[in-house]
């Protein structure tokens, strides 16, 4: 059985507000952790109402707290939008509050705009050094880190595991040459999956984290009872795409019946490209999605996107993920 995790974005709708959001990302962990899934990572965002997870790391404590044996992580921290420094010194110190549970995500994006970015005080070439960034904050978490003259207190001899993210081949390079597991980000951005993969697997360097090459491929998957009530919680997320396309940033939406009388002809086939990697429908419909996706990229893990608008139908997808996949 291919191991199953989640992303979560932790996301607020037009009827809930940041701190029900943030509880719920604490119950999907919950539950995910009965369920068996491997990790639950939470993703950087900035300057999105619908979001409340810019704070990853204090978000990532929450979600761990509340659960006792899942990995909790960033997927990602945006390194561009931080100093190396200040970020081993945040997940050093989750590392001791929660032992050998934490798992770091690394992107190079910087998950907002060139506005908000200014108000994050970094520089939009802050991007250029990451490779060098990724390296320093590795560099923290070794044992000889206690050594340097400037430590990252307390983040010395936590060896907490990297990864790197991307969506294109700059990431997958990278994460060869460097021997990290590699997250590939189809769930959003499909067009160069297969091909990151190849690159990434042709050029893996064993390093002391990881002897051999370890891919994830995140997907958006939504279960539901049939196939026709999964299409309709789908629209949720359709419309959020949508709305990015027009500039908007408002909260997630219910669902409709509809979607063609809320998209425009363009706007369909630009979403429908982000999301092309998506498997929606009944336990079987996602049974076999999640087969030949497996089949196709031959990936070691699966992390999984299910936006979904309902608290109790988002945690009845992901049990009946679980389920598809148990009876592969």
């Known amino acids: 059985m291919i191991p199953l995790s989640i992303l979560e974005l932790v996301r607020v709708s037009d009827v809930t507000t940041p ?3 943030l509880d719920q990302a604490r119950d999907l962990a919950v539950h995910a952790e009965k369920l ?11 300057n999105f109402p619908s979001i409340a997870s810019a704070a990853t790391s204090l978000v990532i404590s929450h979600l ?38 934490i798992d770091l995500g690394l992107g190079r994006a910087p998950g907002t705009d060139q506005l908000t970015l200014r108000a994050l005080r970094r520089s939009p070439q802050a991007s250029d050094t990451f490779p060098q960034d990724v390296v320093e904050l590795q560099s923290y978490f070794t044992d000889e880190a206690s050594e340097q003259r400037t430590v990252a207190v307390p983040a010395a001899g936590t060896h907490i595991p990297l990864w790197i993210l991307g969506s294109s081949h700059f990431g997958a390079m990278l ?16 067009d160069q999956l297969l091909s990151a993969l190849e ?11 990881l002897q051999k090459s370890y891919a994830m491929v995140g997907v958006n998957i939504i279960a539901a009872d049939t196939d026709e009530e999964a299409r309709r919680l789908a629209t949720t997320q359709q419309m959020s795409f949508t709305n990015i396309f027009r500039g908007a940033r408002g909260y997630s939406l219910a669902p409709i019946d509809n979607i063609d009388t ?15 990697r998506s498997i929606v429908g009944s336990v079987e419909t996602v049974k076999k999605g999640i087969a030949d996706l497996v089949a196709e990229t031959n990936a070691d893990e ?27």
């Open 175 to 190: 994460a060869a040459e460097l021997g990290l597991p590699y997250s590939f980000a189809s769930h959003f951005a499909p």
């Open 302 to 328: 699966l992390i999984v996107v299910s936006d979904v608008y309902d608290q109790e139908a988002r945690l009845k997808s992901f049990d009946l993920i679980m389920q598809a996949v148990k009876s592969n």
């Open 36 to 46: 068996g899934y491997q990790r639950i990572w939470i993703a950087e965002h900035h």
């Open 19 to 21: 701190r029900i959001a």
């Open 64 to 101: 761990a707290q509340a659960t006792h044996t899942i990995r909790v992580g960033a997927g990602g921290i945006m390194l561009p939008n931080h100093a190396p420094y200040i970020i081993a010194e945040q997940f050093g110190t989750l590392a001791h509050l929660y032992p050998n549970r």
């Open 262 to 276: 809320y998209w425009s002809p363009l706007e369909k086939a630009q979403v429908q490209r982000m999301l092309a």
């Open 199 to 209: 690159i990434y697997r042709r050029n893996f360097r064993p390093s002391k984290q």
